[in-house]
Structure formats: C-alpha cells, structure tokens
T-cell receptor
Framework: DTGVSQDPRHKITKRGQNVTFRCDPI?????LYWYRQTLGQGPEFLTY????????KSRLLSDRFSAERPKGSFSTLEIQRTEQGDSAMYLC????????????FGQGTRLTVV | AQSVAQPEDQVNVAEGNPLTVKCTYS??????LFWYVQYPNRGLQFLLK??????LVKGSYGFEAEFNKSQTSFHLKKPSALVSDSALYFC????????????FGAGTTVTVRA
C-alpha cells in the first residue's frame, strides 16, 4: 500500500499520560500535515512540515503538543499530559509541493482520554 | 481568513436521483477548492478539485462540481446517486497565498435509499 499510513489506529489512555502517534507519508511527498477532527466537525489544521522543517503551527496546538519530522520522512505527534478534551481523531496527510496539489489523508488515529 | 460553509447537515435522496451537496466559501484571494468523502472509521478520500480554468470539474466515482465565483460556491453533484454514495462529504478551501492550509466545512451526511 503506497498511501499515507498512521499508527496506532486507536489509542485509549488515562488522563495525564503522554501519547505519541506516527505518520508515514507517501514517499515522494515533501509536505506533511496534521489535522484534528472531533465528532460532527470537519478536520482542523494543526501543523505542517515541508521536508523536515515545521513551517506553521495552529493556535490549536498548545504547548503540550509537539510534532517532529526527522529527516523529512515519517512524522510523530506527541501529546503530553493528556486531557479529556484531547479526545479526537488525529489525521495525517501528505502532498507534493505545488499550488493546488491535493492532500492525501491517512485513516487517522482515534484517541480516547479516560 | 478562509472558511467554508456547508449549509445542510444531511441530504437524503433516492437511488437513481440526482445528488447535490452545497458548499460556499470565503477567501481573501483566489481559491483552491476541494471535495473529500469520508466513510465510517476511514480517512478522507479525495474526490475532485478546482484550481483554475473550466468551472465544471469532473472527479472520481461520477462526481462533478461547479465553481461559481460570483456566488462563491462549489456545489458537488452526481447525476444518478448510488446507495454506495452514502457517506460524509467535506468541502475544503485553500487560499493560493497560503497554499498549505486546508479549511474544511462541517460536513454533510449523504444518505441514498434504495
């Protein structure tokens, strides 16, 4: 499968614990994005990378969130000291550079904080 | 700021009838417009996009969309709906000046009855 893959698909964690999600983009794509989707809402932009550089972060991304993309390949999204409000679907997407190029999404990681 | 409105939470049609899912947008510059579909427990799948040129755009699975600049709309259409088209549909916009960030509507649930 040459699409965007995310791991794990589901994560249940206790409040206050740290969690880390992984995203493997389509190999030739140099742009990688993270979005968050809650029930009944469309995805909301969190952050994006061009190669290994994190070029934009949403105000939604509090200090407890950190994302990395070492060597411009896979990416990780870490949430520290999780809160119940962090429960959501976390979507990763990738695209090639160029105006108007579409983003391809992974199947997401569903986080439940109990 | 850029935004998308999908005025209908739900659209119900009979199989074989035309399907329309409405979308209006707001951007400061020229828009890049996209439609995605989401099936239960799945990521978003790209359907079609408008970048420039012909206002009628054709995409996957028999879907098409019409860009209307004066009405700032990008409605999704399918001449003859199938039961398998039942899913959650998202319209998204990207400003050509900030060509990384997609802003999504809240989504429209389409139900096609046999």
């Amino acid at each position: 499968d040459t699409g965007v893959s995310q791991d794990p698909r589901h994560k249940i964690t206790k409040r206050g614990q740290n969690v880390t999600f992984r995203c493997d983009p389509i190999s030739e794509h140099n742009r990688l994005y993270w979005y968050r989707q809650t029930l009944g809402q469309g995805p909301e932009f969190l952050t994006y990378f061009q190669n290994e550089a994190q070029l934009e972060k949403s105000r939604l991304l509090s200090d407890r969130f950190s994302a990395e993309r070492p060597k411009g390949s896979f990416s990780t999204l870490e949430i520290q000291r999780t809160e119940q409000g962090d429960s959501a679907m976390y979507l990763c997407a990738s695209s090639s550079r160029g105006q108007g190029t579409e983003a391809f999404f992974g199947q997401g990681t569903r986080l439940t904080v109990v | 700021a850029q935004s998308v409105a999908q005025p209908e939470d739900q659209v119900n049609v009979a199989e074989g009838n035309p399907l329309t899912v409405k979308c209006t947008y707001s951007v400061s510059g020229n828009p890049y417009l996209f439609w995605y579909v989401q099936y239960p427990n799945r990521g978003l799948q790209f359907l079609l996009k408008y970048i420039t040129g012909d206002n009628l755009v054709k995409g996957s699975y028999g879907f098409e969309a019409e860009f209307n600049k004066s009405q700032t709309s990008f409605h999704l259409k399918k001449p003859s709906a199938l039961v398998s088209d039942s899913a959650l549909y998202f319209c998204a916009v990207r400003d050509h000046l900030n060509d990384y960030k997609l802003s999504f509507g809240a989504g429209t649930t389409v139900t096609v009855r046999a």
